[in-house]
């Protein structure tokens, strides 16, 4: 496990709740991650890793039972208070400071695996050259120089994720979310792609929170939470 010297929280989260209209979905999770660690949550369909994941991501916001119910809710990331952001301020937060990997890549399939890479960094405003470059680098480190210019349905599973991790890198992030990242993949690939999660924080210090029902993976992991009914069991 990487530990720095300070015992730097990345993720700060407490009392998050999340109700779908009277559904309680998260029933108060308190959770603190360190800078470089990678934490696996695990747990049975409808436990709330999703959820709870979408909220850390700042793809969705806690909320109460009662809409003007007063919940000394808090979630701070890389020491940024993200529930005093407004929309365009998360957008943009969520854009410099997060990566996202999910089961299903998403990627675009007009777009080449170049790309689709280059997008994140696009709509952050950053120079198209110096993008491109980056993206060629980030494609090479992960085996698919030769690939940069193929559209997805001209890659195998394993390397259409893998353009996915190099999009979910291109900004830089300090975070990388993953949902249930080799659910799609065959053992072979999600072995890979396993593997690949651990270089990359050992070389750039990210810290990853993996959503998985993949036993190997959520072990591998510096920390493995479980989720049971909708709260953080140890």
């Known amino acids: 496990m990487l530990l720095c010297e300070n015992e730097i929280y ?3 989260a407490r009392k998050i709740f999340k109700y779908y209209d009277k559904l309680q979905v998260l ?3 308190d959770l603190h ?3 470089g660690e990678i934490v696996s949550i695990v747990g049975s369909s409808g436990a709330g890793k999703t959820t709870l994941l979408q909220i850390l991501g700042t793809l969705d916001k806690p909320n109460s ?4 119910q007063e919940i000394d809710t808090e979630l ?3 020491s940024h208070n993200v529930l005093s ?3 365009k301020e998360l957008s ?3 854009n410099l400071n997060l990566g996202f990997i999910f089961q299903f890549h998403q990627l675009l399939p007009e777009f080449t695996a170049l790309e689709n890479v280059c997008i994140p960094a696009f709509i952050a405003n950053k120079s198209k050259q110096k993008t491109e470059m980056e993206a060629k680098k980030l494609l090479d480190y992960l085996g698919l120089s030769n690939r940069i210019n193929h559209k997805p349905n001209e890659l ?3 390397e259409q994720q893998r353009v996915a991790v190099a999009r979910a890198l291109i900004n830089k992030p300090s975070i990388i979310f993953a949902d249930e990242p080799s659910g799609n993949l065959d053992t072979a690939s999600a072995e890979n792609l396993h593997q690949l999660f651990f270089k990359l924080r050992d070389e750039f210090g990210q810290t990853f929170v993996i959503v998985t029902h993949n036993e190997e993976l959520a072990n591998m992991a510096d920390r493995k939470l479980t989720m049971i009914d909708g709260q953080i069991s140890n």
Do not use: L
């Open 92 to 94: 943009k937060f969520r």
């Open 156 to 158: 195998s599973g394993g």
């Open 85 to 87: 952001m407004n929309d």
């Open 10 to 12: 990345m993720i700060e």
């Open 27 to 29: 029933k108060g999770v």
């Open 33 to 35: 991650i360190k800078k």
């Open 76 to 78: 701070i990331i890389n």
């Open 65 to 68: 039972a009662e809409p003007h």
